[in-house]
């Protein structure tokens, strides 16, 4: 494995179950367990009805590309391979979660082409989903 020099995620206590998840290569996501809705990103509370009884379920790790924009200027000096593509990609459950698409050309990425996680193990203990062309 090589050595990772990017930024890494501050895992909290509310996002330790989710990076835990990445950690196994299972794409967790909240779902409340009082109106059944899905959130992401990670919370105390449920964003739909303000409950607190939230669940982690595996998500299909399966959705379509809700927006994109290609990279070619690096924001920092960590993030000097060039180009990339950063997506908001739209999960099957409904949520919309930032990440990174790879194995694609930023030519051939398109708004609402199919996506699938997979995972970047980056260092023992954390990896970080990223998506791939789906079916």
């Given at each position: 494995?090589?050595t990772?020099t990017k930024?890494?995620?501050r895992?909290?206590e509310?996002?330790?179950?989710?990076?835990e998840?990445?950690?196994?290569?299972?794409?967790?996501i909240?779902?409340c367990?009082?109106?059944?809705k899905?959130?992401?990103y990670?919370?105390a509370?449920?964003?739909h009805?303000?409950?607190?009884?939230?669940e982690?379920?595996e998500a299909?790790g399966?959705?379509?590309?809700y927006s994109?924009?290609?990279v070619?200027?690096?924001?920092?000096?960590?993030?000097?391979?060039?180009?990339?593509?950063?997506?908001?990609?739209e999960l099957?459950e409904?949520v919309r979660?930032?990440?990174?698409v790879?194995?694609?050309?930023?030519?051939?990425?398109?708004?609402?082409m199919?996506?699938?996680?997979i995972f970047?193990?980056?260092?023992e203990?954390?990896s970080l989903?990223k998506?791939v062309?789906g079916?």
């Amino acid at each position: 494995m090589e050595t990772y020099t990017k930024p890494v995620p501050r895992v909290t206590e509310e996002t330790k179950p989710y990076w835990e998840g990445c950690r196994k290569h299972q794409l967790l996501i909240q779902r409340c367990k009082g109106c059944g809705k899905f959130q992401f990103y990670p919370r105390a509370l449920c964003s739909h009805c303000l409950g607190d009884s939230l669940e982690w379920v595996e998500a299909r790790g399966t959705g379509t590309i809700y927006s994109f924009s290609n990279v070619y200027r690096p924001p920092s000096k960590e993030f000097k391979e060039l180009p990339y593509i950063v997506a908001i990609i739209e999960l099957d459950e409904g949520v919309r979660m930032m990440s990174n698409v790879v194995n694609v050309l930023p030519g051939e990425v398109r708004i609402g082409m199919r996506v699938k996680v997979i995972f970047e193990d980056i260092h023992e203990g954390l990896s970080l989903p990223k998506f791939v062309r789906g079916e």
